[in-house]
């Protein structure tokens, strides 16, 4: 069973930018693609990005298309979410998927 865990939340400042990291584990976990969510208070948890282990199509929301993007690193195990100029709005709780294994989330706080 693939198991996942994110790290690199933290405050970032308007404008900024952070990279957070989704590190997996499991003997199948290429098979299965990584997805970025985010869960901000109060509101419901979105997608936000997905990435491929093998050079496919990514995927980003309209909200943060053109300033987040995604990698990975097969050698490592991990995948990455790259947020740039970044905004209040992104202050959330963020996650990420494989398969059907969330990881406990980081946190992301954006400030003025």
């Known amino acids: 069973q693939v198991q996942v865990a994110e790290s690199g939340g933290g405050m970032g400042q308007h404008g900024g930018s952070l990279t957070l990291s989704c590190a997996a584990s499991g003997l199948t976990f290429t098979n299965y693609d990584i997805y970025w969510f985010r869960e901000a208070p109060g509101k419901e948890r979105e997608f936000v990005a997905s990435?491929?282990?093998?050079?496919?199509?990514?995927y980003t929301a309209d909200s943060v298309k053109g300033r987040f993007t995604t990698s990975a690193d097969r050698t490592k195990n991990t995948a990455y979410l790259h947020m740039n100029s970044l905004k209040p709005e992104d202050t959330a709780v963020y996650f990420c998927r494989s398969d059907n294994s969330w990881g406990r989330g980081t946190q992301v706080t954006v400030s003025n």
């Open positions: 990435v491929t282990w093998h050079g496919g199509t990514a």
